[in-house]
């Protein structure tokens, strides 16, 4: 059974701080990494993908991963109250298998 | 510019009851899925369609039917509701189904209720 695990918070953050959020997976074959952010009563949007080891940046957001490790984060930086939700990980093989997801709370 | 259309938005269902939810994806996407999330649960996935034209099981099919009506539309029938499936339901598209992978766009949601 391929699993993708995360904490599920809730994880709070101060505002302008950098919010780490981490996620491991059982599958070594998986290729693609992803985040998805979903808030309260919203369906799940991607904000970032990430397919080699290393880090990758956009904007506020880092994806990193560690193959080797079996591991993927995300990290938020100068983070804003806009920024309390629920974040997946999600990890692609054949199919996309979510984690369950952890909750940030951003405290102004 | 509408991405993934799911109705409808909100049901109650009375237990037996039968009911088909309705997705369609205007981005020319070949695979489709439905999902569930329940709290505590995350996001599960029902049935997928990889193309049109294929419909295969994923790890909760028990209780429902899927139909891929053509690329745009793919619906999901439960022919006797129960409680259990009391939930929200995901109708998502991606763009390819092997490689490197496409990211899923989802639609907006279904909130199910069976009494």
């Known amino acids: 059974q391929k699993e993708v695990e995360q904490n599920s918070g809730p994880l709070s953050v101060p505002e302008g701080a950098i919010a780490s959020l981490n996620c491991t997976y059982s599958?070594?074959?998986?290729?693609?990494f992803f985040w998805y952010r979903q808030y309260s009563g919203k369906s799940p949007e991607l904000i970032m993908f990430?397919?080699?080891?290393g880090d990758k940046e956009d904007g506020r957001f880092t994806a990193q991963l560690n193959k080797a490790s079996q591991y993927v984060s995300l990290l938020i930086r100068d983070s804003q109250p806009s920024d309390s939700a629920t974040y997946l990980c999600a990890v692609r093989d054949d199919k996309i298998i979510f984690g369950k997801g952890t909750r940030l709370h951003i405290l102004p | 510019n509408a991405g993934v259309t799911q109705n409808p938005k909100f049901q109650v269902l009375k237990t037996g009851q039968s009911m088909t939810l309705q997705c369609a994806q205007d981005m020319n996407h070949n695979s489709m899925y439905w999902y569930r999330q329940d709290p505590g649960m995350g996001l599960r996935l029902i049935y997928y369609?990889?193309?049109?034209?294929?419909?295969d099981k994923g790890e909760v099919p028990n209780g429902y039917n899927v139909s891929r009506l053509n690329k745009r539309e793919f619906s999901l029938r439960l022919e006797s509701a129960a409680p259990s499936q009391t939930s929200v339901y995901f109708c998502a598209s991606s763009e390819a189904w092997e490689g490197h992978g496409y990211g899923y766009t989802f639609g907006s949601g279904t909130r199910l209720t069976v009494v």
């Open positions: 990430i397919y080699s080891n």
């Open positions: 599958d070594r074959g998986s290729q693609s």
């Open positions: 369609s990889a193309s049109e034209g294929t419909t």
